[in-house]
């Protein structure tokens, strides 16, 4: 099979995966129809395999160049991925409503980063995959990226509209309070910025990782991250 073809392939199942099933009504039915356990597992053995065959049809894909990011461009993309560490590293060190498992928090006053963004880990996502479309350039990496992006950016009102469902009395207050685009909501008056509830440890956790990554790049991914 053709290796960019194969490629198209991966990247339509992994954002259907994520999109077409955890995103879809096939989520309830699925489980109706087998249980919450058995979805989860199966659903977890869908992901593992769809990344694992996309990162394999991106390592052995066709492509060709669009563009190449000069110096400055790498630079601003270098420093977009800083504030993407830190949302991730305050996604995962405190409880969010729209997290896995989160929907306990929907009735408590939002707080830290959920004042910021409803989603800091799924922004983090899809910093880090606009950042490596722009950066890359080439078809290859546009499709391998932009299907990352795709899910992040549809995984937001998708997950947005299942709590909404499940918790239809408490969603209103938050969604009132918050928002999905970063800042949305303290711009617009809703909320307002409060750093020290998002505390010292996610913006000294990912800036070190983001330090590291710039670092560690060319032995990592064989490229580097900035061009001196």
Known sequence: MDGFFLLIIAALLWVGVHVGIAGSAARAAMIARIGEIPFRILYSVLSFGAIGLLVNAWGGAETAALWFAPGWLRMVLALLMWPAFV?????????????????????????????????????????????????????????????FLVTALMGMPSIDAKLAARAPAAWPALAAKTSILPFGAILAGRNRLVLREIGWLPPLIGTLGWLAILHLHPRLFGVPALLW
């Open 87 to 147: 949302f991730f590293v305050a996604s995962v060190t405190a409880p969010n409503p729209t997290a896995m498992g989160g929907e306990r928090l929907l009735e408590t006053e939002p707080r830290g980063i959920t004042r910021i963004t409803r989603h800091p880990m799924l922004w983090s996502f899809a910093v880090w995959a606009a950042v490596h479309m722009l950066g890359n350039g080439d078809t290859a990496s546009l499709l391998f990226f932009g299907a």
